[in-house]
């Protein structure tokens, strides 16, 4: 992890202090366990892994190849990426999939408590906008950065977004945004 990402961590970290969290549940990849450890070691609580949280699958196919030789080494695929996200033909896993796949997670994860759940960026937008009622072709809409700490209330048989909170990359101060957001 970087020094700036270290620092994201801690802010968030200091952030998830008050939610009084019961349990710290993470992607195995090496980032998100590093994330995770920085909250559970600011909370007091205990780190679980589940592969369920990995990175989107669609990571898998363009591993190893950096953003901006995407267009080259795969024609046509960032801008279909970008542009249509919920209807790739090239990824073994549909945007659909990962919202379910994050979603199962998530529920099976809640009923431990207050969780905080580290994953990676596509997935974490992907179950935001499944739980929230919001269409995942919005994929690309308002995306979380790095180290944000999301807060979903269970609101009747769906969840609704109270909190977006991210740490600001510019200064030392951090940002918070409230959002009521309910199926």
Do not use: C, N
């Not at 349990?23 to 592969?51: F, K, M, N, Y």
């Not at 695929?77 to 090239?90: N, T």
């Not at 790095?146 to 969840?159: E, M, Q, T, Y």
């Amino acid at each position: 992890m970087s020094d700036a990402g270290r620092r994201q961590a801690l802010e968030a970290g200091r952030r998830l202090e008050a939610a009084d969290l019961d349990l710290v549940v993470s992607s195995p990849l090496q980032r998100a366990v590093e994330t995770a450890t920085v909250l559970a070691e600011a909370s007091g609580v205990e780190i679980r892994l589940d592969e369920s949280l990995v990175e989107w699958r669609l990571g898998d196919r363009w591993a190893d190849t950096v953003w901006e030789e995407l267009p080259t080494q795969f024609p046509g695929e960032l801008e279909a990426y970008l542009d249509h996200p919920d209807d790739l033909e090239f990824t073994d896993e549909t945007l659909v999939d990962l919202a379910e796949r994050m979603g199962d997670a998530a529920e099976r994860w809640s009923r431990r408590g207050t969780v905080a759940i580290v994953s990676h960026q596509d997935p974490v937008q992907a179950v935001r906008l499944q739980m929230t009622g919001r269409p995942l072709t919005d994929l690309h809409r308002d995306k979380p950065g790095h180290a944000a700490v999301l807060r979903l209330d269970r609101s009747g048989p769906g969840w609704r977004e109270v909190e977006v909170w991210s740490p600001d990359e510019s200064r030392e101060s951090s940002t918070i945004r409230v959002e009521e957001t309910g199926i």
